[in-house]
């Protein structure tokens, strides 16, 4: 992707920064592979290992990853391979970028631990937005109604009893044990392929077809870019893309959480890159699912 001036832009980033700096290292495709190689990893072996009986229910399942497993299928793939396909494309993709963005190969190790407390600390406002716009005003039947409502595909998007907002989590019946580390496996394979697939590969495509087709300029590209995307992201945790059927019924809440979230994570991404924006939501989930567990519905 090029931009009017003739530079070469970093096509799984919008923004660059001094070279080598913090910034830009943790910004480059080879930094999110390994970065989130361990993610991906601990997804892969959770729907293996952890509590198989209840990741196999289909409304704990990631609608992104389920996505990606679609597509393989419709290719050709077997159903066991599809399993790990998901994980196979993610680190593919992310190389093919490394390739093309002719970054630097190396990875600093002491990045590690400041890049996930950046995670951590951006992670933190949606926190703060999820609970300013949760409403406890909402009446107990409604509550009762929306829990217990279950689809074959669930979104990563579900409300718990107490309707606090959640991103990529979903609250059965099972054990609280069973239901912690499945939540966790979910909130995780939820800040991968989400971020994969709504910013990722949709902001890229997006900034082909506004700023090479369209010709419009790099701003208004961004622009376009991060809305639309922010709107599909929040879209799809009511709807189906492909099926056209209803995930969840629709709340004003909730989507415009999604909706302000889905802005938050395309703005993080055209600053900071996929390693910390895919980071930054697999966090809020992680951070969301202990505070629900521990704190709120011990």
Excluded at 125 to 133: M, N, Q, W
Excluded at 146 to 163: E, G, R
Excluded at 210 to 233: E, G, P, T, W, Y
Aim: glycine fraction near 4%.
């Amino acid at each position: 992707m090029a931009s009017k001036d003739g530079k070469k832009q970093n096509p799984s980033q919008l923004f660059n920064f001094a070279k080598d700096s913090y910034l830009e290292r943790t910004s480059r495709p080879f930094y999110a592979l390994v970065f989130l190689l361990p993610f991906i990893i601990f997804y892969e072996l959770g729907t293996i290992f952890i509590n198989t009986d209840l990741l196999n229910q289909s409304q704990i399942r990631v609608v992104a990853f389920v996505w990606l497993q679609t597509f393989l299928q419709y290719l050709g793939f077997a159903d066991k391979i599809t399993w790990a396909a998901p994980a196979i494309a993610v680190v593919i993709i992310l190389l093919a970028l490394q390739i093309v963005s002719r970054k630097q190969w190396y990875f600093s190790f002491p990045d590690i631990l400041p890049m996930a407390l950046e995670c951590i600390a951006l992670a933190i406002p949606l926190i703060v937005l999820s609970v300013f716009l949760n409403n406890p005003a909402q009446s107990q039947t409604d509550i009762a109604a929306y829990k217990n409502t279950q689809t074959k595909i669930i979104s990563c998007s579900v409300q718990t009893t107490d309707d606090t907002l959640t991103d990529s989590i979903v609250y059965d019946e099972p054990t609280q044990t069973h239901n912690l580390w499945a939540n966790i496996t979910t909130s995780i394979g939820a800040g991968i392929y989400e971020e994969l697939i709504f910013r990722l590969i949709l902001i890229c495509l997006l900034m082909i077809l506004f700023q090479d087709i369209l010709r419009l300029n790099r701003k208004n590209a961004v622009i376009f870019s991060v809305i639309l995307s922010a709107a599909m992201f929040s879209a799809h945790h009511h709807i189906d893309f492909f099926s056209g059927q209803t995930i969840e019924h629709f709340s004003a809440t909730a989507f415009a959480f999604r909706t302000i979230a889905g802005i938050y994570f395309a703005a993080l991404f055209a600053f900071r890159g996929f390693a910390i924006t895919a980071g930054t939501h697999a966090f809020y989930d992680i951070i969301v699912v202990f505070i629900n567990a521990f704190f709120i519905n011990p």
